[in-house]
């Protein structure tokens, strides 16, 4: 057992007789951050928060903490159990997570990366503007390293601990630093940084940006469109904020909801969150922040709606089990999360997709998505950037002024046309130690309804 | 807060060589949130927490680190010190420097939010009734699938102390407070929200705003509104003068507004991740940002804002920047770093950070647009515009990276007829360009519709940050907007 499981379990054992809960999260992490090829940012980060959660019956309070003595950990436990005594009771709680068997898990954690200290990091930004400076552009970008560690136990049995790291660079590569100077991006996540290339990185990114010089201007209307992983995982992550939890789900705003078994999107599409064994370098995690084991859930297989994400009290009130989906200890948690979302493969190269397009667009990624105005179709709406390029008869040419889309992404991925067989791990901006690995697919009639 | 040694560590780190200025900030956080939802609590929680940041500028580069403070403060302090130093040491070998700042007085003194009931002291039972109570009535249709009632208060406690004899203390409270209902019928599905969807009204008082709002006196009015929308006509694409009502476009100048005046964008700093800003630098007092009715201004003043309060992170007293004057682009959020690169003379008091364990960084204060007197009323407003539309309650939001092209879409909209509002519509939105659709403002309601809305969740930085924004507005109509619907 881990240090900090230890402590939680001393501090339950303190006080004899409390149905409690304790989740610890502990952040060892630090960053880079640039533009215009210059430092601006150089950031040690060290947080903690560790919740108490405390059932007297089916009264339930939560207290957290920054601090993890087992001193401030009683105090916590003291705090929610005040809570719970003035807490009403709900209908559905069968009690905290029991001793649990985990499952082996694929990797997550690299102690080098973890440990990587400030000059490291900035040797791989040196490289990246020496790179840059070749191709005549400028480099903005942020790379961060560290490690999250997560423990959990409980006076029902639960008692785990995990660490994970995590390598996670965002680069842009523009030429000139004006408001709409071209430009274009790459960008790494893995848990360990060994395997990252910062002057592939940066050539990627600059070649981009050199070829969406002299951009051209199109209408908007529909275009086959090749989206590349970036911008797959960015309309991914609105669908499973909207739809892959049990929450949503509940309440009828999922697509999910009412329609398990039906068909719901293109029979090429299988998305499945499976946090034990991520694909390609996504940092395995073996446990929730309730101690309840991961389990694989396919969402929708072939086109098909199957199931949502649970977390103990969802799985309470649905009558089943939990997946191992409870969110982050937190205010802004509300419900189960799906936080190792990957689609299924298929079997095309990036060159082969671009070949099947006559007349259409590449898209490397996009901007400011948002998934909230219909979720129940899916309707998203968001800007491309950092790389937009005309396809005709098969091969890439001039870049493309931005574009702005607004479309129901059910319909559009029942509109799929073919996956790459390689697929890309992107770090998501809200799964913490989770990422969602997605191929480049070609879709049929994207709908562009407007541009800058 | 007051025992720990934080001017002492700031004055003792600046005698190290190459040292130009420390900060050092402690933050004490005390937080509770109760959420109910469908009749049963969901989260009854109270939040605790205490860290320090501290920021040391070494020849000319900056380095941060944060941490939580434990059982041996003094030591976490001294070591957290040592890893900001060691950060800008390790940045100061690469293509860094030159960092310099505006001049600022150093401050002293103390800023409490005023409030008229301390929400930590009333009981958890008068809480939980103030929500049941409309939980109640929204779910007394069983049309209505899930209803959520929720409220939240902060109080933040922090102190700043600095090598140039800045040692200033506040203690900032913030609240929010709101209600949704999900209605399911006739094969769709929709909502309604009051005031706002996510966190509701949110501002800085004591717990007298959750009365302010009157969760009571709209529920009836939300639950029958999201149950109506289902079986509504979704707007039919145009063109058409729209109203934005004060809830909407608080949203809209925030992110029209209060992002592209931001100067690190504006300076390229934030392009990575949410972008930059059209707003460049060469543009400022030459562009014509909208119509001779657009007054904005950044002011850390206006009372209840959750960008209200009485220093920045970096302990620049509460001030008000005119943003846009008569239509005119004419200034920046900004900071005494970037004041000074912009050669603006002052900072506008904008450098704030989310917590003690995040470098500050430049972020909205209260960005308002002035309610002009004399201005009509909203009732008069509407009379004068036959065949608009009124949007009101956003659902979702999406701009471009320059701040440019633009997309809403709201929970309903309304057709103008015969001077007030008439059909509703489901699933409304409305596109345009910033300069443009700000060019098209031709009328701006008076003080007496003016409401000051606040955002709790604003994300910027890497890493990430969120933060509470203040927007004061009134009603405002804009000529020949695209709309209609998703």
Known sequence: MSELVEQLAAALRAMPGV???????????????????????????????????????????????????????????????????????????????????????????????????????????????????????????????????????????????????????????????????????????????????????????????????????????RYDVVLEPPAVVESLEWIAMTAFSARTIEDGSSFLAGRAGERVTGAGVTWVDDAAQPASGVPAVPFDYEGVPKRAVTLVAAGVAQTGCHDLRSAARAGVTSTGHAPPPSDEADGPVATHVAMAPGEDTLESLIGRVERGLLVSRFHYV??????????????????????????????????????????????????????????????????????????????????T | MSELPLLELAARLRTRAGVDLVEVRAVAELGERIRMRDGQLETAARTRSLGVGVRVLYRGTWGFAGAPL???????????????????????????????????????????????????????????????????????????????????????DKRLATSEGTDITQSLLHGACGMRAIAADRGDVQQRSHPLDYDGGCASRGYELVAALDLPGNAERVREEAIALCTAPVLPAGRAPIVLGTEQLALQIHESCGHPTESDRALGEEVSLAGASFLTPDRLGHFQYGSTHVNLAADALEPGGLGTHGWDDEGVPARRTPLVQRGLFVGYLSSRETAARLGLGRSAGCLRAESAGRPPI????????????????????????????????NKSWSIDDLRLNFQFGCEAAWAIEHGRLGRMYKNPLYTSVT??????????????EARMWGFLNCGKGDPMQTMGVGHGCPPARFRDVEVGSG
Request: hydrophobic letters at 45%.
């Open chain 1, 19 to 221: 149905d409690a809960e304790l989740c610890a999260v502990v952040t060892r992490a630090g960053s880079v951050r640039f533009a215009q090829s210059r430092l601006t940012q150089s950031t040690v980060l060290g947080e903690c928060v560790v919740q108490a959660r405390v059932a007297l019956g089916r009264r339930i309070g939560i207290a957290r903490t920054s601090e993890r003595s087992v001193a401030a950990l009683r105090d916590a436990l003291a705090q929610a159990s005040a809570l719970a005594a003035q807490a009403p009771e709900i209908d559905h709680f069968r009690g905290f997570a029991g001793a649990q068997a985990y499952p082996l898990v694929g990797p997550a954690h690299d102690p080098a990366t973890a440990a990587l200290p400030p000059a490291a990091r900035i040797g791989a930004v040196k490289a990246m503007f020496a790179t840059a400076d070749l191709y005549g552009c400028e480099c903005a970008g942020a790379y961060a390293t560290g490690e999250i560690e997560l423990a959990v136990a409980g006076s029902a049995g639960a008692c785990a601990s995990h660490v994970t790291s995590y390598a996670k660079l965002g680069l842009i590569a523009q030429i000139g630093a004006g408001s709409a100077a071209p430009s274009g991006s790459s960008g790494f996540y893995h848990l360990s940084h060994a395997s990252l290339d910062a002057t592939a990185l940066a050539e990627q990114a600059c070649s981009v940006a050199r070829r969406m010089r002299d951009p051209i201007e199109l209408p908007p209307g």
């Open chain 1, 370 to 451: 948002n998934g909230l105005g219909d979720p129940r179709r899916a309707l998203q709406t968001g800007m491309t950037r950092d790389g937009l390029f005309w396809i005709e008869n098969g091969r890439v040419g001039r870049g493309v002024r931005n574009l702005r889309f607004t479309e129901a992404m059910l319909d559009a991925f029942a509109r799929m046309d073919g996956a790459t067989a390689a697929r890309q791990p992107v770090a998501t901006s809200w799964t913490g130690a989770g990422g969602f690995v997605a191929p480049a697919v070609l879709l049929r009639g994207f709908h562009f309804t407007g541009s």
């Open chain 2, 70 to 156: 434990g059982a041996d403060p003094e030591r976490e302090l001294a070591s957290c010190a040592e890893a900001a130093l060691a950060a800008a040491r390790a940045a100061a070998s690469l293509r860094a420097g030159g960092v310099r700042l505006a001049e600022e007085e150093p401050a002293r003194g103390h800023y409490a939010t005023p409030f008229v009931t301390d929400p930590f002291g009333v009981p958890i039972e008068h809480k939980l009734a103030d929500l049941a109570g409309p939980l109640a009535t929204l779910k007394a249709d069983p049309r209505v699938t899930s209803a959520t009632a929720h409220l939240l208060f902060r109080r933040v």
């Open chain 2, 362 to 393: 430049i972020r909205m204060i209260n960005v308002s647009l002035e309610a002009p007197a004399g201005g009509p009323t909203l009732a008069e407003l509407l009379s004068d515009t036959p065949g608009g539309i009124y949007f009101g309650c």
């Open chain 2, 435 to 448: 300069p443009r659709f700000w060019a098209g403002c031709d009328a701006v309601c008076g003080p007496s």
